[in-house]
């Protein structure tokens, strides 16, 4: 009788043991999914994190800020969305990592071909919920992710973190300011460095006015805040025909063709893009657009990545803004929790 007993003891933990291992391999850890996509003849190389379980999932591409951008910045966006059921297709700009062409010759309308690609390539993928794929954006990729939105009915919601209200050169302007009283309060002294920073933009603009903008950095060459005014390029730089393409470009009138769900985001403490400003440029849009699901938020203490001082270290955004981000994007593709 023992025996019996000591048999079936030993059955049942086995079978304890079988069903928590097969439990624990369907919640486990979020699946990855090394990927490549086209547009045209440039190869965007990315990851694709699905969530444990079967899916169909909804899911949600991020969409570079400016400058080299790898996917390797949203690796953590990635990993908590994909735990709380979203699938996240994160990738290398063009011409950083592993994907080929170059960011620095792209206006807005490629970096958006090549978001656009992305987007075909979850509306094609067997774990995906086509219905219900959405664009994050980033800064520049704030721009980027309601361009694309305006463009294709495949892209179901769009997430603006941190993203500019007004002209490119003005935000720039705007941060140029902000840096520089960081080290200066002088009026007059913010005012030379501004009267320098529009001399580098005339030149971007115009191709003239060369000589006048590099006297002007040569005069305040040795000031403590001359360093914010960036590096001293030559005039034969590839960042000038690369800023000439994008400073100009007003992001509002295309919100207005936006008709999907807006998630918009800022960080109260940004020091590269004036918040208030935006905020009122960007609801103003919306607005006159008549789009009336759109939520704002402003996070207090947080900077242009939605980073609070205690996360600094770790390189990580505020954990309320990540919760707020997966309950958003679950309500609107009415996804359970």
């Known amino acids: ?177 902000r840096q520089i009283r960081t080290i200066t309060q002088s009026e007059e002294e913010v005012a030379q460095a501004l009267m320098v920073v529009k001399l580098q933009q005339n030149y971007a603009r115009t191709g003239t006015g060369w000589q006048a903008y590099a006297d002007a950095r040569q005069a305040v060459r040795e000031k403590a805040w001359a360093s914010a005014l960036g590096d001293f390029l030559p005039p034969d730089h590839w960042w000038w025909r690369w800023y000439r393409t994008k400073m100009d470009y007003d992001p509002i009138p295309m919100l207005e063709n936006v008709r999907v769900p807006v998630l918009a985001v800022w960080g109260e403490n940004d020091l590269i893009v004036p918040v208030s400003e935006s905020r009122i440029a960007v609801e103003q849009a919306f607005t006159r657009s008549g789009n009336r699901d759109v939520t704002y938020h402003v996070f207090a203490g947080a900077d242009h990545s939605i980073q609070t001082e205690s996360w600094l270290h770790g390189r990580r955004p505020d954990p309320a803004h990540l919760d707020i981000l997966a309950e958003w994007i679950l309500r609107h593709t009415k996804t359970p929790r």
């Not at 086209?38 to 990315?46: K, P, S, W």
């Not at 910045?73 to 908590?80: K, P």
């Not at 969305?81 to 309308?109: C, E, H, M, Q």
């Not at 086509?130 to 664009?135: C, E, L």
């Open 1 to 177: 009788m023992r025996t019996g007993r000591k048999i079936a003891f030993i059955a049942l933990a086995i079978i304890l043991i079988a069903s928590a291992i097969v439990l624990a391999r369907w919640m486990g850890a979020p699946r990855q999914e090394e990927v490549r996509f086209q547009n045209a003849d440039v190869t965007l190389a990315g990851t694709l994190y699905l969530p444990p379980g079967t899916g169909p999932y909804p899911a949600v591409i991020f969409i570079h800020g400016s400058g080299d951008d790898s996917r390797e910045n949203y690796r953590y966006y990635a990993v908590v969305l994909t735990k709380k059921g979203i699938a996240v297709l994160i990738y290398d700009k063009r011409g950083v990592g592993a994907s080929n062409g170059s960011w620095k010759s792209s206006p807005f309308s490629v970096l958006a071909d090549d978001a656009l690609a992305g987007i075909n390539f979850l509306k094609n993928h067997p774990a995906i919920d086509a219905k219900h794929i959405g664009a994050w954006g980033g800064s520049e990729g704030g721009v980027v992710a309601p361009w694309i939105a305006s463009l294709s009915s495949d892209v179901a919601f769009v997430i603006m973190q941190s993203a500019p209200g007004m002209t490119f050169a003005q935000q720039n302007l705007y941060q140029n300011e």
